[in-house]
């Protein structure tokens, strides 16, 4: 469990550095990534590509731990998220779930992702009074 958690720590460091720094030693060559507002990423080249790409055009400023979960083969992992793309800043809470492969790489990461803007929708009576500002993006 301690591997895997340092190995995810790794990750999120990477994207905070903006540096490459072990993605072939996490990630299975076959390995499946998918973000939480719906691009899929096929391979560990097309990870990496994915990586350098977005870091010329966005940082993320801050992607911090909350928690971990293990289970067998699986973990998954709390967090919240802020980055800066394209122009525009984001931020928002996230869990990652994670399966490993025998050799403790990860052959598989599905994000998910929830808005900071919530409210009781209740909070004023039986009636729900829902905000007219959109959703976010994912």
């Known amino acids: 469990m301690e591997l895997r958690e340092e190995n995810i720590r790794l990750w999120f460091d990477m994207w905070l550095q903006k540096k490459d720094m072990g993605i072939d030693r996490?990630?299975?060559?076959?390995?499946?990534?998918?973000?939480?507002?719906?691009?899929?990423?096929?391979?560990?080249?097309?990870?990496?590509h994915w990586f350098q790409e977005w870091n010329r055009r966005g940082s993320v400023?801050?992607?911090?731990?909350?928690?971990?979960?293990?289970?067998?083969?699986?973990?998954?992992?709390?967090?919240?998220?802020?980055?800066?793309?394209?122009?525009?800043?984001?931020?928002f809470d996230g869990v990652?779930?994670?399966?490993?492969?025998?050799?403790?790489?990860?052959?598989?990461l599905q994000e998910f992702g929830c808005n900071l803007g919530r409210y009781d929708p209740y909070a004023d009576g039986p009636e729900p009074k829902f905000r007219t500002t959109g959703a976010a993006w994912f």
């Open 61 to 91: 400023l801050v992607w911090d731990i909350k928690q971990f979960f293990h289970q067998g083969e699986q973990t998954a992992v709390e967090w919240y998220f802020k980055n800066s793309v394209d122009g525009r800043t984001e931020e």
């Open 26 to 48: 996490l990630f299975s060559p076959d390995a499946v990534y998918i973000e939480s507002w719906g691009p899929e990423y096929h391979g560990r080249g097309k990870i990496r």
């Open 96 to 108: 990652s779930l994670i399966r490993w492969d025998q050799e403790g790489k990860i052959v598989f």
